[in-house]
T-cell receptor
Framework: QKEVEQDPGPLSVPEGAIVSLNCTYSNSAFQYFMWYRQYSRKGPELLMYTYSSGNKEDGRFTAQVDKSSKYISLFIRDSQPSDSATYLCAMNFGGNEKLTFGTGTRLTIIP | GAVVSQHPSWVICKSGTSVKIECRSLDFQATTMFWYRQFPKQSLMLMATSNEGSKATYEQGVEKDKFLINHASLTLSTLTVTSAHPEDSSFYIC??????????FGEGSRLTVL
């Protein structure tokens, strides 16, 4: 069993829809949770960075962490074609610790 | 967000030559930087942790003599692929954590070995 599980997709949704991306993890020691967006042939771009259980909102993006269930989510509202990318969840134990990544979900927003 | 710069963004070299990739944190200091490798349509694979002022820590299965890492200052880490071969062709990405713990990535360097 992988430490972090993420559905690789591909996921296709129409423009304007709400997108839900999810990851589960097995190690309860993970403390910090991140979502990255990666366009083809580019480095990952940090979208959301969270620590505690609960919701964090930034524009059209909402990150949700449920430590009791070891489950994290990223919601994208009013999805745009420019949101088409691979989304990676990642987590670590804190500080300068290395990240453990999910496999990434390929998302396509259909105009 | 913080900026991490990588150079070159792409490089083509002949088999047997060495290639150096630079990773710089432009607006913050990083005592630690991470080097990843990514194959097409796959997730990032951590190769090594670069530590300023000390030796890098390599992940299992990564040849330290093949992939030389030097963390020369608090804003610069370099990865040198020595005696490159076609199987070393890949996308190499560095990242650096800010003091807050947020981890930022460079734009990546695409290496093609002929």
């Amino acid at each position: 069993q992988k430490e972090v599980e993420q559905d690789p997709g591909p996921l296709s949704v129409p423009e304007g829809a709400i997108v839900s991306l999810n990851c589960t993890y097995s190690n309860s020691a993970f403390q910090y949770f991140m979502w990255y967006r990666q366009y083809s042939r580019k480095g990952p771009e940090l979208l959301m960075y969270t620590y505690s259980s609960g919701n964090k909102e930034d524009g059209r993006f909402t990150a949700q962490v449920d430590k009791s269930s070891k489950y994290i989510s990223l919601f994208i509202r009013d999805s745009q074609p420019s949101d088409s990318a691979t989304y990676l969840c990642a987590m670590n134990f804190g500080g300068n610790e290395k990240l453990t990544f999910g496999t990434g979900t390929r998302l396509t927003i259909i105009p | 967000g913080a900026v991490v710069s990588q150079h070159p963004s792409w490089v083509i070299c002949k088999s047997g030559t060495s290639v150096k990739i630079e990773c710089r944190s432009l607006d913050f200091q990083a005592t630690t930087m991470f080097w990843y490798r990514q194959f097409p349509k796959q997730s990032l694979m951590l190769m090594a942790t670069s530590n300023e002022g000390s030796k890098a820590t390599y992940e299992q299965g990564v040849e330290k003599d093949k992939f030389l890492i030097n963390h020369a200052s608090l804003t610069l880490s370099t990865l040198t692929v020595t005696s490159a071969h076609p199987e070393d062709s890949s996308f190499y990405i560095c990242s650096a954590p800010q003091r807050s713990g947020e981890l930022f990535f460079g734009e990546g360097s695409r290496l093609t070995v002929l």
